[in-house]
């Protein structure tokens, strides 16, 4: 009868595994990044990954598997783009006009060699949370 039990609870997913959930806050420069993505991936590249959104400096993640997993964040700047080649052109002209460069904005807003991205960390059955908060990079 115990043996039965034990089957029954491990094939619903309660008392062996069971659901994974990890969630936390995420912040760049002491910022909460409004709206990016939050990935958890295999560190030994076999298996699947998992993510999730990152919404007001919030995420949770209910698909991850066990294990170590390496973390990358993600988020980008809203970045106005020209509805034209002719609106693009206008745009450099009157910044040329000026005497200035236009700007070479990134819509990345947190980079990949971001302090504190990419960490490993370890992902375990159950509810947890990390708390990531990322730095600009160093400048060399």
């Known amino acids: 009868m115990l043996r039965v039990l034990l089957l029954l609870l491990c094939s619903v997913g309660i008392g062996c595994g069971g659901t994974i959930t990890v969630s936390g806050d995420v912040t ?83 980079p990949p060699n971001a302090v504190g991205n990419n960490q490993t960390v370890e992902v375990r059955t159950g509810v947890q949370e990390y708390h990531f908060h990322l730095r600009k990079p160093a400048k060399n």
């Not at 709206?35 to 007001?56: L, M, Q, Y």
């Not at 980008?76 to 783009?81: L, Q, W, Y």
């Not at 009157?94 to 070479?104: F, L, V």
């Open 28 to 110: 760049y420069d002491g910022v909460p990044v409004e709206n990016g993505r939050i990935d958890f991936i295999p560190v030994d590249g076999k298996g699947t990954s998992a993510s999730g959104s990152i919404k007001a400096g919030k995420y949770k993640v209910t698909s991850a598997a066990a294990g170590e997993r390496i973390v990358q964040i993600t988020a980008v700047n809203d970045v106005a783009v020209p509805r034209s080649n002719e609106d693009l052109a206008k745009e450099w002209e009157a910044y040329r006009a000026k005497g200035m460069e236009p700007p070479n904005e990134s819509a990345d807003r947190i």
